[in-house]
């Protein structure tokens, strides 16, 4: 019986189909900790390759978007080049591949470590108070309104003798927007003055009637209230400082009151940037650029008319200061306010637009809360090593050296009588230390990251430079002006004859 048992088992046991017979156990076979870790390098690796290669792109795009060819093609070579080492020295088999990315990685990481680090500005932090005032008639925008054979020209070159022969340098020029200057243009140069006058019109509003009656705020709340107004009648941004003496010219220069001491007891200012387009900077010194000053003086000067016929409709006083009627220097305001620094080229440098705007001021009795002044000593820093708009500079007007010592204030000071000539051989407020400034760049993502590196790390600052000056070039060229900006002036007689056939 068991033999019998045991042959039928052996029978039923061979008569099961294949197909139902019992699979084996799986055997997983774990891998080894250098196969894991070969693995996580290779997808770290691949990911940075992929985000240096979105970013690259990205800043080609933008750059296209600038106008900025010479970029565009740097961030393109670079597109296609830098993200390969990552991507195919993790994706190709070669002899030691984990080996490459690792210390690819490894250097990676050091590379941004040591450019992120906040290294402190070797900028030394410096009383920068000035300790004399400005006498407005000594300025280059007074001295060209002097009129040869007046008892007024005669006077000033008797007191001021050394202004004389720089000043006959510049009469002998064509002069500011005149026929004859290297960059005339009758449409472009129309436009400008068409700004201009506009701005001079403005002048009846910069002062007037105070209302008898008083409406009283909370100093904190108005400030918001006049900074907001501000910001949507079209400033770029807004501050308040209390007025210095040192704010204030000494005497008038310009207008009907040419010659005066300035009176002004208000107890605070009120700064407001304006943003001038970089599409018309970048044609600096050609006449866009020129266009774009007025516009800007014109939309500042407005809204700071605004802002005082407001604040004097609220009972307090208050007066506009906007080009051509100043009685206050509007940089030196604007840097108190909390708005920038003044940087090498003598012009206020904002943190997002740099030198590329225009300024007004308002100065008042309304009560209000100052902005607290932190100066930026990345922005001196990088002055201080960029030095591009010095050599851009076509008058050689702008100081390639280091802050000077002068009237107690170290700072830089630029020759405003070399620049003036130029601008009246040349015909426009040439703009050329505006348009190469590394700060003028466009405030969007691609810059304002850049900006962050600025500020945060004195090592991140010199590279910066070395930067810009591989994707924008160390003196960039004007770039070609606009179509539409492209006219020709027709001969008279032909115009005539044309109308005449028709």
């Given at each position: 019986m068991n033999g019998l048992s045991e042959i039928w088992s052996v029978s039923a046991?061979?008569?099961?189909?294949?197909?139902?017979?019992i699979p084996h156990r799986a055997v997983i076979v774990p891998l080894s900790e250098?196969?894991?870790?070969?693995?996580?390098?290779s997808s770290i690796s691949v990911a940075i390759g992929i985000v240096l290669l979105l970013l690259l792109v990205y800043g080609a795009i933008q750059s296209h978007r600038e106008g900025?060819?010479?970029?565009?093609?740097?961030?393109?070579?670079?597109?296609?080049?830098l993200p390969l080492p990552y991507i195919l020295g993790a994706l190709l088999e070669f002899d030691n591949a984990t080996a490459f990315s690792t210390i690819l990685l490894v250097l990676s990481v050091v590379a941004v470590a040591v450019l992120a680090w906040p290294l402190r500005s070797s900028a030394k932090l410096v009383d920068d108070t000035p300790t004399s005032r400005i006498d407005e008639r000594d300025i280059m925008f007074a001295r060209k309104l002097l009129e040869v054979g007046t008892e007024r020209f005669e006077q000033y070159y008797r007191e001021n003798p050394q202004n004389l022969e720089p000043d006959d340098r510049f009469r002998a020029e064509p002069g500011l927007l005149k026929k004859g200057?290297?960059?005339?243009?009758?449409?472009?140069?129309s436009a400008a003055n068409a700004s201009f006058a506009a701005v001079r019109r403005l002048h009846e509003l910069i002062d007037g009637a105070v209302a008898s009656e008083q409406i009283a705020a909370e100093p904190r709340a108005m400030t918001a209230f006049v900074k907001k107004w501000a910001q949507k009648l079209g400033a770029r941004a807004v501050g308040v400082t209390h007025l210095q003496d040192y704010h204030k010219y000494t005497t008038v220069g310009r207008g009907d009151d040419y010659g005066s001491q300035v009176q002004l007891d208000h107890s605070f200012a009120i700064a407001v940037t304006v943003e001038m387009d970089k599409n018309m900077i970048d044609r600096a010194p050609f006449g866009p650029v020129v266009m774009e000053s007025a516009q800007q003086y014109l939309v500042s000067g407005t809204i700071a008319v605004q802002l005082a016929e407001c604040i004097r409709a609220l009972g307090y006083a208050a007066r506009a200061h906007i080009d051509g009627n100043y009685r206050v220097v509007c940089p030196l305001v604007a840097r108190d306010a909390g708005l920038g620094e003044i940087g090498r080229?003598?012009?206020?440098?904002?943190?997002?637009?740099?030198?590329?705007?225009?300024?007004?001021?308002?100065?008042?009795?309304?009560?209000?809360?100052?902005?607290e002044r932190y100066p930026e000593r990345s922005m001196i820093d990088f002055c201080v090593e960029c030095k591009k708009c010095a050599e851009a500079c076509p008058g050689d007007a702008i100081p390639s050296g280091d802050r000077e010592t002068i009237d107690g204030v170290k700072r830089w000071q630029i020759d405003q009588e070399e620049c003036y000539?130029?601008?009246s051989k040349i015909g426009t407020d040439c703009g050329r230390c505006v348009k190469v400034c590394p700060y003028s760049h466009p405030d969007n993502l691609l810059h304002s990251l850049v900006r962050r590196g600025v500020r945060n790390s004195a090592l991140f600052r010199k590279l910066a430079i070395k930067l810009d000056d591989v994707f924008y070039g160390r003196i960039p060229p004007p770039l070609d002006l606009p179509q539409w900006m492209?006219?020709?002036p027709k001969d008279q007689h032909m115009v005539d004859d044309t109308e005449k056939a028709v």
């Open positions: 046991a061979s008569a099961v189909p294949e197909a139902y017979s250098g196969t894991l870790l070969a693995g996580t390098i900025e060819s010479r970029a565009a093609t740097v961030f393109w070579l670079l597109a296609v080049s200057s290297s960059s005339y243009s009758p449409f472009s140069f080229m003598g012009l206020l440098m904002t943190p997002d637009l740099g030198p590329r705007v225009r300024i007004a001021v308002v100065t008042t009795d309304l009560p209000l809360v100052a902005d000539i130029l601008w492209k006219l020709e």
